[in-house]
């Protein structure tokens, strides 16, 4: 167990060292959230507005769609992936401050390159932010997904205040142009400079890997199809 404890369930999971699963908002509205809700087997959704426009009013419209479901206030907390950071710093720090306003326990900063990159995903999340804090109740996950992003794995991870650091497959699929071993040594770059600094590192996985990635060390997982939840709450002792 942990001195402090963590101010949000998210955070004491992963303080605790262990495995959180998440889904991805499918569809992004009302029915979207609806259906969110009526899964108990997930431990927070993955939201996105990388592209398309920023549209908080609609993430908001989901989040309470979940409340009206469950009947409790916001049963599963939301993360959030903001564009990136290297489109405009400025509007990052907006895309946050946003994204926290409106109730999300975490921030997504996709295709984080650099240190610079990295300290600014931690200086925007203000003093909620664990495991800077302790007793925060949010978290910020970095996704490492360029190859520029592999080559600079140990400072990006390294970087005090940072929850959580993902490769990305399928931005490095593309990145890597479909060399899936250059892939997975990527992936297993991130994955070492995790476990070199202890800062949790997720992936997304699905039934058939989702063992596998848990037995490597991976401890944020984010599930492609819904049946992989139950089957990494079993595979990492948490099921039942």
């Not at 992963?14 to 809700?37: D, K, S």
């Not at 200086?123 to 932010?129: D, E, K, N, P, Q």
């Not at 039934?207 to 401890?219: C, M, N, S, W």
């Amino acid at each position: 167990m942990v001195d402090q404890e963590p101010g949000s369930e998210l955070a004491r999971l992963l303080a605790e060292g262990q495995a959180v699963f998440g889904m991805f908002a499918r569809p992004q509205n009302a029915e979207g959230g609806r259906a969110a809700a009526a899964n108990d087997e997930t431990d927070f959704i993955f939201y996105s507005l990388e592209s398309g426009p920023w549209d908080i009013p609609t993430m908001e419209t989901f989040m309470a769609a979940m409340t009206e479901v469950s009947g409790e206030e916001n049963p599963h907390p939301v993360t959030l992936r903001i564009p990136p950071i290297r489109e405009d710093r400025e509007a990052a720090l907006t895309h946050v401050s946003e994204g926290i306003a409106a109730g999300v326990e975490g921030i997504v900063f996709p295709h984080v390159e650099s240190l610079q990159d990295a300290e600014l995903a931690v200086r925007s999340m203000g003093g909620r932010l664990w495991p800077i804090n302790p007793s925060g109740d949010l978290i910020n996950i970095l996704l490492i997904e360029d190859q520029i992003g592999i080559g600079a794995a140990r400072e990006i991870v390294g970087t005090q205040g940072v929850s959580v650091a993902i490769p990305g497959p399928g931005d490095l699929r593309r990145a890597y142009e479909g060399d899936m071993e250059a892939v997975e040594d990527a992936i297993q770059t991130v994955l070492a400079a995790c476990k070199e600094f202890d800062v949790a590192c997720g992936i997304t996985a699905g039934v058939d890997d989702i063992g596998e990635r848990l037995a490597q060390g991976f401890k944020l997982i984010i599930v492609n199809q819904p049946e992989a939840l139950s089957v990494g709450l079993e595979e990492s002792g948490r099921g039942g």
